[in-house]
């Protein structure tokens, strides 16, 4: 088992370039999360997903979107980038809601010069 | 909305020390709470959950105990280890009904750095 995989690990890019990041699961959950985690501010939610063909908004969902086409993957995608977007992301997935445990990727991390 | 405020950090402590680091919250309804820890360049990981006013979630001698009265669930350590060095983050999952059943909220983590 893998767990939670993502791509890329990092990424450079210039602001209003785009780009997604991928996220996979091997563990056959519903629910997945997409996080940004930045420094003094712990993690706040993107968007999630409860399951294939379905997302939902966040905390934080403005200049993102995500697409949940196949159970196992869930994209998240800048359109134009902005520096304000320089983070480390984490998406995450658990079996069903937030009371079970989220399992995490080991992060993307994003740097919009 | 839901919130979770633990302790400022980071906290450097000796080894075979003993380790608490603080954490309230505020939610309505009946959250769980969850510890989860980071260690360097890896995602988080859950380290212990409670579900209910007064269960204990304890994992590899860490402890905290869901204490409604209070609004607080503290982890503790009775002796921590170079290898626990790591970020720790409290965090809830969401109260309510409808979309907010579904997050996680999370304090803004404690670095806790161990020396030997």
């Known amino acids: 088992n893998a767990g939670v995989t993502q791509t890329p690990k990092f990424r450079v890019l210039k602001t209003g370039q785009s780009m997604t990041l991928l996220c996979a699961q091997d563990m056959n959950h519903e629910y997945m999360y997409w996080y940004r985690q930045d420094p003094g501010m712990g993690l706040r939610l993107i968007h999630y997903?409860?399951?294939?063909?379905?997302?939902a908004k966040g905390e934080v969902p403005d200049g993102y979107n995500v697409s949940r086409l196949k159970k196992q993957n869930f994209l998240l995608g800048l359109e134009s980038a902005a520096p304000s977007q320089t983070s480390v992301y984490f998406c995450?997935?658990?079996?069903?809601?937030?009371?079970?445990?989220?399992?995490f990727g080991p992060g993307t991390r994003l740097t919009v010069l | 909305g839901d919130s979770v405020t633990q302790m400022e950090g980071p906290v450097t402590l000796s080894e075979e020390a003993f380790l608490t680091i603080n954490c309230t919250y505020t939610a309505t309804g009946y959250p769980s709470l969850f510890w989860y820890v980071q260690y360097p360049g890896e995602g988080l990981q859950l380290l212990l959950k409670a579900t209910k006013a007064d269960d204990k979630g304890s994992n590899k001698g860490f402890e905290a105990t869901y204490r409604k009265e209070t609004t607080s669930f503290h982890l503790e350590k009775g002796s921590v280890q170079v290898s626990d060095s790591a970020v720790y983050f409290c965090a809830l999952s969401g109260s309510g009904s409808g979309a907010g059943s579904y997050q996680l909220t999370f304090g803004k983590g404690t670095k806790l750095s161990v020396i030997p």
């Open positions: 995450a997935s658990s079996y069903r809601t937030a009371w079970d445990e989220q399992f």
């Open positions: 997903s409860v399951g294939e063909g379905t997302t």
